[in-house]
């Protein structure tokens, strides 16, 4: 027995620096690596860049590799700027490179025609868990890849095998793994959401109804002694069981255009959950005792935060996000949604045009050091102290270029990496590592 306790300690402990999904290791936007520098005072070092092509899907980082989905177009042109669904074709990739150096180390790839709008890459960052990968692409394929080699262990193509379609704006949720099953997202009749065997790709479950999938990364948490499944689909939140999909309570919760992009945050006993659209947001209380909610606010035209390319935080009682509709950084309170203040300093550049929409900042919070790293989407990593009263830059550099276009404006919309004290940020022609740690 001890021995088992001293082998996950230091299992622990040789792992605790990787990022090996979408907000890291336990989906929650935490860095918890110690040694990491708390000004931005002094020029950054870059440790390595490399090449990649179109994308918005952010990198993993595990077992010294990183994992980078890609687009490259080889028929029909994208500037960055058109954003209209006309048809591109090529091939979909995932490169895999040595967190090290930036070598490639191997890719995986298929060719692929994107029929959505905002077609400039894959939106899903891959999950890694004991030596395999899994990731859905833009229009639907599911991969089971062997992190080694990149070969194929299983794949789906969703949409042949379901009958249904992409969402608008491209299948966009991470795939989640808890247990034996990973969780992915399809559309239409009773498959919204299905769990499959993670070792094999069979089918275990497939729960919810809607059109189309939306696209929320699903999240698994513990409350009242139960694990339970949320997911937000283009109609309601949901709570299922992990296991059996069994639907434990749901919350109406409709965006516009079926954007249900946020992944539920959780404090203490409560959620929070919105989205782009009048009133699309929700603060829901948890029962202590067994798995059911109940709704203690909505938002309004003067309250709330409506979030849309990246997830707000949730701290001390405070909700610290981006709102999809004036681009502003705000502080909301979690007690009734009042708006404690807002700036476009982290999430737009200087000159955006007055009306940008769907600014973007994407936060990650360092809890020793109580600081929160932004990545805005000009391209700036900023460090920065959030609290009730306002907003606090310590510091800020320019670390990559904006190479994609949104509302008249050129932008960065990737979630980064934080792993063995660096970031690992992407844009559409390369990635690059820069080392955070303390000198």
């Known amino acids: 027995m001890k021995w088992t306790i001293l082998t996950f300690l230091v299992f622990t402990s040789l792992h605790a620096d990787d990022w090996p999904q979408w907000l890291g290791s336990e989906r929650d936007g935490l860095w918890r690596e110690d040694g990491i520098r708390k000004d931005l005072d002094t020029k950054l070092s870059v440790a390595w860049r490399a090449p990649v092509n179109w994308g918005y899907a952010g990198p993993s980082v595990a077992n010294g590799k990183v994992y980078v989905p890609d687009f490259l177009i080889t028929k029909g042109e994208f500037d960055g700027v058109g954003q209209g669904g006309t048809p591109r074709s090529g091939k979909e990739r995932i490169l895999c490179l040595d967190a090290e150096t930036g070598k490639e180390l191997w890719t995986h790839e298929y060719e692929v025609t ?200 949730l701290l001390e009682g405070v909700i610290y996000g981006v709102d999809s509709e004036s681009s502003k950084l705000m502080a909301v309170s979690m007690e009734n949604g009042d708006r404690l203040w807002s700036t476009t300093k982290p999430t737009l550049a200087p000159g955006s045009p007055k009306k940008s929409r769907h600014g973007s900042a994407f936060l990650v919070y360092h809890e020793a050091h109580k600081h929160f790293w932004i990545f805005g989407e000009m391209g700036d990593l900023i460090l920065a102290k959030l ?21 008249g404006r050129k932008v960065v919309w990737s979630q980064p990496a934080f792993s063995q004290k660096s970031i690992f940020a992407r844009n559409d022609t390369e990635i690059v590592r820069i080392d955070l740690s303390e000198k």
């Open 114 to 313: 994107y029929t959505v709008s905002y077609p400039g890459g894959p939106r899903v960052t891959p999950t890694v868990q004991d030596g395999r990968l899994y990731f859905q692409g833009t229009m639907g394929h599911l991969r089971c890849l062997d992190t080694k080699s990149g070969k194929i262990i299983w794949k789906h193509d969703i949409c042949a095998k379901y009958k249904c379609r992409p969402p608008r704006w491209g299948y966009s949720a991470h795939p989640l793994i808890h247990g034996d099953f990973v969780y992915a997202t399809a559309g239409g009749d009773g498959q919204v959401l299905i769990a499959f065997d993670k070792k094999t790709g069979a089918e275990k479950w497939k729960a919810l109804s809607s059109d189309e999938a939306g696209y929320c990364p699903p999240r698994v948490i513990e409350h009242a002694g139960v694990e339970q499944l949320l997911f937000w689909s283009p109609k309601e939140v949901t709570s299922l069981n992990p296991t059996t999909g069994k639907v434990y309570w749901s919350v109406p919760l409709e965006p516009v255009y079926g954007i249900s992009r946020m992944v539920p945050r959780k404090l203490g006993n409560k959620l929070f959950v919105s989205g782009p659209g009048k009133n699309a947001a929700v603060m829901i209380e948890l029962d202590d005792k067994k798995p059911t909610a109940k709704v203690l606010w909505r938002g309004t035209k003067t309250n709330a935060l409506y979030s849309l390319n990246s997830p707000p935080h």
């Open 387 to 407: 609290n009730p009263k306002g907003y606090e830059e310590l510091g800020r550099q320019h670390i990559l270029a904006p190479t994609n276009g949104a509302w």
